[in-house]
């Protein structure tokens, strides 16, 4: 298994917090989303993202960037318009996003 | 049903996030959580928090504060660091903690 955990350099980068709630169904919402993951994970800045999502419906991503630049490209790319478009339309009730500058990370390994 | 949305103000504003793999079984997990869920609610400069486990065990918290003075008082407070020490004991193989000021927000819900 592949860890969920990215694998970030030193502060400082960026994260964009991506907060939702699914609409019910699938309407071609996870192969779009694999094919997201594998698209964002090509754009120059990317330096990785986490995700994860509840039984309830409730999930949340964090992805993480080199700088603002990339972040804004990211959202102009031109598949990713579409998939945005389509999240407003089929398969999102509500979603909240956040761009922050990460100052300072640190973390723990059980040994 | 309560919201799993936080309800923030504009930015800039504070973000911890809490990314997490929990270790088996329960070892008194679910009553700390919910006890610091609400300890942290009634510290100053708690903006609220968002938080999801999925069902392989790794979950994303994020949680969001006034200032980075809120955040260190939150870290230090006596019965926090008393869980942060068994979270790092019994709860948690692995976690990381990327502290970041949030700079831009925005939004979208079904009508």
Known sequence: ???PFANLPAPPYYVVSFSSIRTAGDN???EM???MEA????QPGYLGGET???????GIT???????????AWKQHADHVIAQKTGRSDWYE???VRIARVERAYGFERR
């Open 28 to 30: 071609g919402y996870g």
């Open 33 to 35: 989303a694999d094919l």
């Open 52 to 58: 994860v999502r509840g039984p309830d419906g409730f």
């Open 62 to 72: 964090n992805s993480y960037w080199r700088d603002e630049d990339s972040i804004r």
């Open 39 to 42: 698209l964002a994970g090509e």
């Open 1 to 3: 298994m592949t860890s």
């Open 94 to 96: 509500r979603y909240e």
